[in-house]
């Protein structure tokens, strides 16, 4: 299995709602990633976990959560968000963590906040 | 100066060309150089990576690294109106997490 599986593929919900987005690999990757992407803009980076732990925050705004119940799965949770948070939210994985490493990224969700 | 620039294009070129995609890089301290290739509304795609300074080849693709001169490029030889799509470099910074910074993409449209 050399895929890194994303759900669901799009996702409308208003201001005051409460959703997650999830995100699941199997390749035995020790590191995953969430990317946000504006139209026409390059991936921008979220979070980064490196064993199940949390290790890159990049001053991401409290209302996305990140969430890593085990080695192969990666939640996101969203809550109380803002129109201009609609995006394409892209999960990724790679082997480990150190420089040398790829990412295989997941197929996106694509948000729209309403 | 933004970490990692490219030519946003559009580049285009003819069917069976070679199509030759640019980007430096700010920090002499990276590592790590990565090329995705992402289609209209998809995900990247990792098509290629290079670490030492030199060309390395796979199939249609060559990446060149030149880290004195912080550029890394990509060649795609015999372009197919297939290779339409934006190309994202990538580099990594270097330290204790794989953190990619990417450029803006470079969008390639290969004429039939």
């Known amino acids: 299995d050399t895929e890194v599986t994303q759900t669901p593929k799009h996702l409308v919900m208003g201001m005051t709602n409460k959703k997650s987005l999830k995100c699941e690999q199997h390749?035995?990757?020790?590191?995953m990633y969430w990317y946000k992407q504006k139209a026409k803009k390059p991936p921008e980076l979220m979070f980064v976990?490196?064993?199940?732990?949390?290790?890159i925050n990049e001053s991401v705004p409290s209302r996305f959560s990140p969430e890593c119940p085990n080695s192969s799965l990666l939640n996101l949770h969203l809550h109380a968000l803002q129109p201009e948070d609609s995006a394409l939210y892209l999960c990724a994985s790679s082997f480990d963590t150190g420089t040398g490493y790829g990412y295989t990224f997941g197929s996106g969700t694509r948000l729209t906040v309403v | 100066q933004k970490e990692v620039e490219q030519n946003s294009g559009p580049l285009s070129v003819p069917e069976g060309a070679i199509a030759s995609l640019n980007c430096t890089y700010s920090?002499?301290?990276?590592?790590?150089f990565f090329w995705y290739r992402q289609y209209s509304g998809k995900s990247p795609e990792l098509i290629m990576s290079i670490y030492s300074n030199g060309d390395k080849e796979d199939g249609r693709f060559t990446a060149q690294l030149n880290k004195a001169s912080q550029y890394v490029s990509l060649l795609i030889r015999d372009s197919q109106p297939s290779d339409s799509a934006t190309y994202l470099c990538?580099?990594?910074?270097?330290?204790?997490?794989?953190?990619?910074?990417f450029g803006t993409g470079t969008l390639l449209a290969v004429q039939p």
């Open positions: 990538a580099v990594n910074h270097g330290g204790a997490t794989n953190k990619l910074i």
């Open positions: 390749m035995g990757h020790r590191a």
């Open positions: 976990y490196s064993y199940e732990k949390l290790s």
């Open positions: 920090d002499r301290g990276s590592q790590s």
